[in-house]
């Protein structure tokens, strides 16, 4: 096991309108669990198979351990990969397809069936050794690739979106196979994913990236409840962060942002916007919908239903407040129909608030 060091990685390809990773610097620390987290195109996968020694970076430096690993053979990284497609050899049987890299490297054969069905065993595959993968489930299928990975006892283990060919419910139990096995192992750990839900149940860390650079990154609890910028807020969370246009103004000793003909409190340190545009983000489930008629809280804005969509554990509302559309999560059973007025309670402590030019959080307590 080792850390990884990466500073200032570069990579652009022929023809492309801009690098795939942007001078990309990331530290992880030994045994940590670090999920890369974007959209398409990112380049988390770029920077992923640029760890791997699969792509040359054009400039920066990859350490891991004690080792600059910038332009070293991948084969001498110490490293294993899950990829998203199973990978498995179809003619070669699990416990075969488990053991074939122990196999190249030439280790001996009571050693590698030993390896074998301790990672069998830790996989649930112990009763599947004999099978040839055309007789296995897509998971059991993904399960033999991570058994290949670990049984080489890598330093860093990379994977690269390994759930995203399951179904939901399958990936949903082996997201939490996978997160046990990772904190049993303890190998340093870096895994791809544009899903926000594996990104924030699997980390330890979340890095976000946008357009070949880390965004924000930081434990996944702070980077839902704190987004760094609007990129962030709106790309986490299903459905993701509202943000409300509005202009600061002075109502006495306080500020307020108004919002169309309405109001609410703002912070004093957002003084040096007096007069300006901001941006209020506020998640979907921590705006309190009242009774239709009834009003809730200091921080109220009200709202007309567009769209009521009951999603059995909560209830989806696309509403419309001053012309600006806010999705709002209310609790399951709630009930109102669309054309209905809501008053909208934005408790203190959920609000952030974002500069309109740079999109970038401002600080206030």
Not at 111 to 121: D, F, G, P
Request: aromatic share 6%; with cysteine.
């Amino acid at each position: 096991m080792a850390e990884i060091v990466l500073r200032d990685l570069v990579k652009t390809y022929p023809g492309a309108a801009g690098p795939a990773t942007d001078g990309v610097s990331l530290d992880v620390a030994d045994g940590e669990f670090m999920v890369l987290l974007g959209p398409s195109g990112c380049g988390k996968t770029t920077l992923l198979r640029t760890v791997a020694g699969l792509e040359l970076p054009d400039s920066g430096q990859i350490v891991i351990g004690d080792r600059d690993v910038t332009y070293l053979d991948p084969r001498r990284r110490n490293l294993s990969m899950v990829f998203q497609s199973y990978a498995v050899f179809p003619h070669k049987k699990v416990a075969d397809n488990i053991g074939f890299g122990l196999r190249v490297h030439g280790m001996a054969a009571d050693e590698i069936r030993r390896k074998v069905s301790w990672a069998a065993e830790l996989l649930q595959l112990t009763d599947y050794l004999d099978r040839y993968p055309a007789k296995l489930s897509g998971g059991q299928r993904q399960r033999v690739a991570v058994a290949r990975a670990i049984v080489m006892n890598p330093d860093v283990l990379l994977m690269d979106e390994p759930l995203s060919n399951l179904d939901a419910l399958l990936r949903l139990s082996f997201r939490a196979e996978l997160k046990k096995l990772v904190n049993e192992l303890g190998t340093t750990t870096l895994y791809v994913t544009h899903d926000q839900l594996e990104a924030l149940s699997l980390g330890d860390r979340v890095a976000v990236l946008r357009s070949g650079r880390i965004a924000q990154c930081g434990p996944p609890t702070e980077v839902y409840d704190q987004p760094a910028d609007e990129f962030v807020g709106g790309f986490l969370g299903s459905p993701p962060m509202n943000f409300l246009r509005g202009v600061l103004v002075e109502d006495g000793d306080t500020l307020r942002l108004d919002v169309g003909s309405q109001s609410i409190g703002a912070p004093r340190e957002l003084r040096p916007y007096l007069g300006q545009h901001i941006h209020l983000g506020i998640r979907p489930e921590s705006m309190v919908a009242a009774e239709p008629g009834e009003t809730k809280g200091t921080g109220v804005l009200r709202g007309t239903v567009q769209v009521v969509e009951p999603l059995g554990s909560s209830v989806l509302l696309t509403m419309d407040t001053a012309g600006q559309q806010l999705k709002v999560q209310a609790p399951a059973g709630f009930r109102v129909d669309p054309g209905s007025e809501l008053a909208l309670d934005l408790p203190v402590d959920t609000r952030r608030w974002y500069d309109p030019e740079s999109q970038l959080l401002l600080e206030v307590r």
